[in-house]
């Protein structure tokens, strides 16, 4: 996903998985996740629906911000996009 759309940011090829979707499914986060490579897609999606259940938020309203998302994966992998990420984190 995001190779065949260019970047808003730096207009070349590749963005991130964020920009691939339409623009009413992205708004401002009401919520921040954080997201380790380790963890199962079913084992996110569980806790995501428990806690939606549990806290009885409602989910058309619910706009998480998870840096795997957000980041341009493609500038990580060539090293052009990371920036001050090894500060950051």
Known sequence: YGCDKYCL?????GCSLLDTLEPRYRQEATHFMSW???YKVA???G???Q?????QLDANNLFLYVCFF???QFRLV?????GDLEDVF
């Open 9 to 13: 940011r730096d207009g070349r090829p």
């Open 36 to 38: 380790v490579w380790g």
């Open 43 to 45: 084992t996110v999606r």
């Open 47 to 49: 806790a995501l629906s």
């Open 51 to 55: 806690w939606i259940q549990e806290d």
């Open 70 to 72: 957000v980041n341009n």
């Open 78 to 82: 060539d090293g052009s996009g990371a």
